[in-house]
């Protein structure tokens, strides 16, 4: 028998060799890739809330289920990244390094390290499970937990630097249907009562559609937010099957009397703008429910101040001005002519029934207007203060015969004599020789027919057309035409006198600029150095001689007739303080004048606005 002998040569023996340190590799890495595999199929079911099949994973099913779940709902997570990193193999034990990234609720994102401690049977690889698995500062029995840190509010601030507006609490009120089905009641029924009583605080409400949105969902529905008094006053009317409460973070009035109606209205712009970042927190729980450990931690970043243009001392004042009587409806702006920041804005009781009429009410604007008509003779050169003029008691134009209050006469006098007795005869043939388009355009520099978005206000300066017709222009001149204002646009064109450049604009919460729709003319300044010396004579020799005393006031008063009465006015500034006072069917002009007086009396005479 002959026995074949092999021979192996150099390139043979590469080739086993080669084969031989291969096979050997793919050992070794089946052995490191034993625990790698295992570790990602349990991250995997993990990351994707399958935790029947992560837990199975483990070496104790039920212990590492209920951790895991603990951890979800414990975060309220809406996801969870989880990557395996650098593996450690020792004999039948490893260790699997892991990235955890969880998304938490509001876009919030809580990323760490971890390490899975992994063992080998005869079975194949599996996690050994320790609560560290979880989180490694986790300890046995612990439990994570998500812990949000509101922000605190924002206050609401005037010019003068104290707070207006507050972070407070109010009383929601809700319906929930599982709740008025378990005590037996009609859902129906029970929502009808809550809509009778709450009805007037959300005129809004519909009970059908409530009915119908409770019915077919378990959420509950917000019916109104009431103060803690309403709140208080209604308790045993809202002792109805279905409807629950709770508090309510809000911002509220540190003084309710303070400007309570311009206070709404800013709360409507600022109220989700105050709440600021709130902060987060992820700590351990002990099973007694104590925080063992700060596993992460998020300072609330909050919203600075809300400031306002208001000034507590200016309101104030205008407000005690405005309440002295409750006869007549009583209005009053100020402005600030430096800036246009909105100072004051004040209404009597009686006013308020009427809605914001000191900045949207329309009004004819009687000889206040004169103001304007004054200033486009001085831009057209049709006279100066010293021009001598015409003031008889009446005058014809056209097929209108125009008088003077009571039939008074002056003769020739200058424009600045007969601004300050407000003739209307003189005012009226200004205007007769001015273009269509004169008046309106001076009106347009001084502040009025441009629309004002001023964010916190509802606001409507008024309106001059442009006027072909000739009495109607001569009515005009004297106010007593088409034109109409509010007393904020009236308050405007005394602050253009004021500032002399022109029309500041209006503003009231001073991060939101104020937007205008509407030309914005110029007029020379020259116009409004030349028109101040005829707002003075108004108060030291013409018709609002009873405010004389009371500091350096330029203004001009108004009679504007309407059919059944008339309205009082008076404009004008002092400092850097710009007003327009309104008595609504108040006939005489010095009753106007007199709500101005007693407004600067609360002042004082050394009052000056804070400069910003």
């Known amino acids: 028998m002959w026995r074949t002998r092999t021979r192996w040569t150099p390139a043979v023996i590469v080739a086993v060799c080669a084969v031989v340190i291969a096979a050997t590799a793919a050992c070794s890495s089946s052995e490191d890739d034993g625990p790698r595999r295992a570790a990602e199929r349990f991250l995997e079911a993990y990351s994707q809330q399958e935790l029947d099949s992560a837990a199975a994973l483990t070496d104790v099913p039920q212990t590492s289920r209920s951790a895991m779940e603990s951890a979800w709902s414990g975060l309220a997570a809406e996801e969870l990244e989880a ?31 971890a390490t899975l401690r992994m063992g080998r049977s005869d ?13 490694p500062k986790l300890g046995a029995d612990q439990r994570l937990s998500l812990q949000i840190i509101e922000a605190p509010r924002a206050t609401v601030n005037e010019a003068d630097g104290s707070e207006v507006m507050v972070n407070g609490t109010v009383v929601g009120v809700n319906f ?48 109104a937010r009431l103060s803690h008094a309403q709140f208080d006053r209604l308790r045993d009317q809202l002792a109805i099957p279905g409807v629950v409460t709770n508090e309510q973070a809000e911002l509220v009035p540190k003084d309710p009397k303070f400007a309570p109606a311009l206070l709404t209205e800013v709360k409507k712009v ?35 101040a809300v400031s306002l243009s208001l000034s507590r001392t200016v309101q104030n004042a205008a ?66 203060p010293d021009t001598v003029v015409g003031c008889p008691g009446e005058i014809q134009i056209g097929p209108r015969l ?33 273009g269509p388009s004169d008046l ?70 001073l991060d939101k600029p104020t937007e205008i729709e509407g030309p914005t003319p110029t007029m020379p300044p020259e116009v409004y150095q030349q028109l101040r010396p005829m707002m003075r004579a108004v108060i030291t020799s013409g018709t609002a001689s009873v405010i004389d005393g009371r500091g350096a006031v330029f203004g001009k008063t108004g009679e504007a007739e309407f ?19 309104l008595v609504v069917r108040g006939g005489d002009s010095n009753n106007a004048v007199a709500v101005t007086r007693d407004f600067f009396d609360g002042l004082g005479p050394g009052y000056a606005v804070r400069t910003p």
């Open 83 to 113: 990557k395996a990193g650098r593996v450690r193999v020792t004999g039948d034990t490893a260790e699997v390094q892991v990235g955890y990234t969880w998304t938490l609720p509001r876009g919030r994102d809580w990323s760490y390290d």
């Open 270 to 304: 600022v109220d989700g703008e105050v709440s600021g970042r709130a902060g987060w927190r992820v700590v351990s729980v002990n099973p007694n429910g104590l925080d063992a450990a700060v596993l992460a931690d998020h300072d609330p970043d909050p919203s600075p």
């Open 176 to 223: 929930d249907a599982g709740k008025a089905t378990e005590q037996g009641a009609s859902v129906a029924t029970s929502v009808t009562s809550a809509v009778g009583v709450l009805r007037r605080f959300n005129p809004d409400l519909d009970e059908q559609l409530i009915t119908e949105q409770v019915t077919s969902s378990r959420r509950q529905y917000p019916l």
């Open 123 to 135: 079975a194949g690889w599996a996690v050994r499970w320790a609560s560290t698995a979880i989180h």
């Open 563 to 581: 059919d059944g009465g008339s309205h009082a006015w008076f404009a004008g500034y002092r400092g850097d303080i710009a007003f327009a006072t």
């Open 402 to 434: 125009i008088p003077n209050y009571n039939g008074f006469a002056l003769g020739s006098v200058s424009m600045l004599q007969a601004f300050a007795a407000s003739c209307n005869t003189t005012f009226a043939k200004l205007a007769s020789r001015m």
């Open 319 to 384: 407000q005690r001005a405005v309440n002295a009587s409750n006869r007549f409806q009583v209005a009053m702006v100020v402005v600030q002519p430096s800036t246009g920041r909105i100072l004051a804005v004040a209404q009597n009781p009686a006013a308020d029934t009427q809605g914001p009429i000191a900045t949207t009410g329309l009004y004819p604007p009687g000889s206040t207007f004169k103001m304007v008509t004054a200033a486009a003779a001085i831009n057209h050169k049709l006279a100066t």
């Open 440 to 509: 309106a355009h001076a009106a347009a520099a001084m502040g009025i027919g441009q629309k004002y978005t001023i964010a916190g206000l509802d606001a409507v300066s008024g309106s001059v057309p442009i006027e072909n017709e000739l009495v109607a222009r001569s009515e005009a001149g004297f106010g007593q035409g088409k034109d109409l204002v509010s007393p904020l646009g009236l308050a405007l064109v005394a602050a253009t006198v004021a500032n002399g450049v022109k029309t500041p604009v209006p503003q009231l919460i």
